[in-house]
């Protein structure tokens, strides 16, 4: 009988299904486990091998903690709302509902061939109205506590096409469309405030997360302690300016506010009016990011007016930047050029004076060549002269607290979030605006608000709902009167901060969880997927969370305990794109070689948290292994149906015994830290050493035991190679309920050795360490002993003579 892959994945793959093997249920009496990962976006593209990277190692993961006692929660979903849909539509005239569900239905059909265990009776479609009647409910939560509001803020707005355009659609700062230059307007638009949670959201106690992902929500969140102390226009109105370093404010040499300042109109000197507001102008056209660029060339204007130095009373020039954003801090700088790399290519550029207050260490005098950001001795600043810096930075604070020119705050880079968008693919946000009653809160018991699906797409970019009579006009919820509706949709990302929560109970219908069955299952165990959603997805869905909390909806305040990111695939060195061409689409390998091998290809491929370039070389050496592995099992006359006490009697047996459970043991290990590819090297050692022994073993009770636990072992990652050997050995059904092994730890243990270490010839240490430690660690572990160090003094190493698993000599000379 030959290995024939695809064949036996359908047959099993139907049973399984059949059998609703995988359906999770909160009636268990084992503990639970809600493993995650991250619902894919139905784009255009098919399932590719990114995707796979990131569920088939989350599979076998799963199916791991489920054999180890677990009642695994590991659900399906897609993200369905968003702009490609839209795109779509008007390219090609196919309507966004269409395409996605055509695309789902074949990322869910490609989805299945991998032979995971998702459990499908618990799929969401975030486009679907069961689903987002819920996140409009949520919506109406927040708008109820205070979370989300409507504001004014700048949106791209291209002035031929009259709309708003997402960052996306601005090319180079034109209109993608009609390259138009995108000017930056100010709209209102809906917010919710997670900035209320920006410093709940910088503790992250008790969460397993990777310290990248922890470190880049940190620096986005980006809480700077300063002070805020005013200046004075000459005119005498306050310019508060937000400082990380009071201990530099005898330098300051001018200041400088952000173009869109209030204060800039009112202070420009009539001379300066024209410039001014051409320099406004083109910032408008500037992305924050451009602005914040330390790239570019400082550029400024000065306004005409000058303002007070509260602390030495010293007059100093006004100046626009754009570097300077209005909605960080007070939206104005005090300058100082000798120690603020920005301040100072400004003053180089524009000639303003550049005036040192912290002395450099050794520092006469001379002029800087660029700015001095580190700590040194007080200079240029009064009483506080001689101090050092760390120092006088308290005292300068506690100075401008006293007299009343100041105080000490806290500043955070994190925004609220806008989640507006002027689209039509999107959850309507559900508001009503009446003449009388102003904005009204659609009530819940109206909801879903429904997408019109009749409607125009037009290439302007309009969103369709502006124009759609029918769902715009509709009647005031609290008098009657003739109101109209929100055409505003949500950000996708709302959709995909309370995914996880509707998974337990995916088709309440009078409520959006059943809480009974979230405060079983939740929070997530373990969530698997990309690094690309550090700041947004995940950042978003634990404000959710604790929003949620609060509002007493939910029991816990972190929505995903563990955190594992999976590396990025790429392909000829770059992400795969379908723009690029270089996308890689598993079908084809499946079908030919079968899921089994192509997820244990990549598993295999290295690291899992690596990611690497695909090539297929190499899979036809798993294709191999796993053929190995069928005519070993096949033909190793075990019975499964039979049992009978593991005794070991020849060396031959005992040492087999060793092989299998240190393999269980290393295996075991293996599997809890995700390192799938050094797994799999264990057991294609493993499967070695039975083929070259299997003459000395067969039939012995320590051969059944070696096969029953290869099987066992390989169930997580080629499960249906795994369940058809079980089978043919007549093992009950199903493999993938049996118990997870347990190894015998004095089997299993490591074997040791004990190598002696000689200085010079003089035995100094003995080492105990696994048999197969290479050269190259047993030497640091040597040098690191205290025994040896205390030699090594003063002396070079010249030579190391390494007996393996014996001995080590170091031979040293004099320095
Ligand atoms: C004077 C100064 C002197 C500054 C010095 C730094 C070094 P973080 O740490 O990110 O909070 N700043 C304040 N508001 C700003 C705004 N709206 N746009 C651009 N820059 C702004 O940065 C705080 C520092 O960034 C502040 O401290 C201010 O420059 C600048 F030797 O004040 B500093
Ligand atoms: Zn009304």
Redesign the pocket.
């Known amino acids: 009988m030959r290995y024939n892959a695809p064949e036996i994945e359908r047959k099993w793959q139907e049973r399984w299904e059949a059998d609703r093997l995988y359906e999770a249920t909160e009636r268990s009496d084992k503990p639970k486990w809600y493993a995650l990962v991250m619902f894919p976006y139905p784009s255009g593209d098919l399932l590719h091998v990114g995707h796979w990277y990131n569920y088939g190692p989350a599979d076998t993961h799963a199916r791991f903690m489920r054999m180890r006692g677990y009642n695994v929660l590991f659900p399906f979903g897609f993200d369905a709302f968003g702009l490609p849909a839209e795109n779509a539509a008007i390219k090609r005239g196919v309507h966004p509902r269409t395409w996605t569900m055509q695309n789902i239905e074949n990322m869910r059909r490609q989805v299945r061939m991998m032979g995971a265990t998702f459990d499908w009776s618990r799929e969401i479609i975030t486009c679907e109205p069961e689903y987002y009647k819920w996140t409009q409910w949520l919506f109406l939560q927040f708008y109820k506590h205070g979370l989300a509001y409507k504001a004014k803020a700048p949106a791209n707005w291209c002035p031929s096409c009259q709309t708003v355009l997402a960052n996306e659609q601005v090319i180079d700062g034109r209109c993608e469309r009609c390259e138009s230059i995108v000017y930056r307007r100010d709209l209102d638009q809906w917010f919710l405030r997670i900035t209320a949670y920006a410093e709940e959201l910088l503790n992250f106690e008790g969460l397993e997360w990777p310290e990248k992902i922890i470190t880049m929500q940190r620096n986005w969140i980006?809480k700077?302690h300063?002070v805020e102390v005013t200046f004075r226009a000459e005119r005498g109105d306050p310019i508060p300016?937000?400082?990380?370093?009071p201990d530099?404010i005898y330098g300051v040499t001018f200041l400088v506010l952000?173009p869109e300042h209030p204060l800039v109109p009112v202070l420009t000197s009539h001379d300066r009016r024209a410039e001014v507001e051409a320099y406004i102008d083109m910032t408008r056209r500037e992305t924050e990011i451009e602005r914040l660029s330390t790239e570019k060339e400082k550029t400024g204007v000065f306004i005409g007016h000058h303002a007070i130095n509260p602390l030495n009373g010293e007059r100093v020039p006004i100046w626009i930047a754009d570097?300077?954003?209005?909605t960080?801090?007070?939206?104005a700088?005090?300058g100082?050029p000798a120690?603020?790399q920005r301040?100072f290519e400004f003053a180089q550029k524009f000639g303003l004076p550049v005036r040192v207050v912290i002395a450099p260490p050794g520092w006469q005098g001379e002029p800087l060549s660029q700015?001095y950001?580190d700590e040194g001795t007080m200079v240029n600043s009064g009483p506080f002269d001689g101090l050092p810096s760390a120092e006088a930075k308290e005292r300068i604070a506690d100075h401008i607290e006293e007299l009343g020119l100041g105080r000490r705050t806290v500043?955070y880079?994190l925004r609220d979030w806008l989640i507006s968008r002027q689209r039509y693919w999107g959850a309507p946000i559900p508001i009503i605006y009446c003449p009388h009653c102003g904005m009204v809160p659609v009530p819940e018991e109206q909801l879903p608000v429904l997408l019109p699906e009749n409607v125009e797409f037009r290439p302007t970019g309009e969103s369709p709902l502006k124009r759609c009579r029918e769902f715009v006009e509709t009647t005031c919820p609290q008098c009657g009167a003739p109101a109209e509706r929100e055409t505003d949709t949500m950000d996708t990302f709302v959709d995909s901060s309370w995914y996880f929560l509707r998974y337990v109970s995916p088709h309440a219908s009078d409520r959006p969880w059943d809480p009974e069955k979230v405060r079983y299952w939740l929070p997530v165990d373990q969530y698997m997927g990309g690094a690309e959603h550090a700041v947004m997805h995940l950042l978003y869905s634990r404000f959710f969370v604790k929003a949620l909390r609060d509002m007493g909806l939910l029991h816990f305040s972190e929505p995903f305990t563990r955190l594992f990111n999976q590396g990025l695939i790429i392909s000829g060195g770059e992400k795969m794109s379908k723009s690029r061409g270089n996308v890689v689409i598993p079908d084809d390998y499946v079908r030919r070689l079968g899921a089994d091998t192509f997820r244990a290809y990549l598993m295999f491929l290295g690291p899992w948290d690596q990611g690497g370039d695909w090539s297929d070389k190499g899979i036809n050496g798993i294709y191999r292994f796993f053929n190995r592995v069928w005519n070993l099992v096949l033909n190793s006359g075990v019975d499964l149906r039979q049992s009978r006490p593991v005794v070991a009697e020849t060396p031959a047996e005992q040492d087999l015994r060793r092989q299998t459970h240190r393999t269980l043991r290393i295996v075991t290990e293996h599997l809890e830290k995700f390192r799938f590819n050094t797994m799999l090297a264990h057991l294609m050692t493993y499967t070695s050493y039975l083929s070259d022994h299997q003459a000395e073993v067969k039939g012995t009770p320590a051969w059944d035991e070696a096969i029953r636990l290869l099987l066992l072992m390989l169930a997580p990652t080629a499960p249906h190679l795994a369940e058809e050997l079980w089978a043919q050995l007549g093992g009950p059904y199903s493999i993938h309920q049996q118990s997870w092994p347990a190894y015998d730890p004095d089997l299993a243990r490591e074997e040791t050795v004990t190598v002696v270490v000689q200085i010079n010839g003089r035995v100094r240490e003995r080492l105990t360490v696994p048999a197969d430690t290479p050269e190259a660690t047993v030497i640091e572990m040597a040098k690191n002993s205290p025994r040896v160090q205390r030699f090594l003094q003063g002396v070079r190493i010249a030579n190391t003579i390494y007996v393996p698993g014996r001995l080590l000599n170091i031979v040293t000379d004099h320095l």
């Open positions: 980006g700077s300063g300016v937000f400082t990380t370093r530099t952000a570097y300077v954003l209005l960080y801090g007070t939206g700088v005090m100082v120690h603020d301040d700015a950001v500043n880079r």
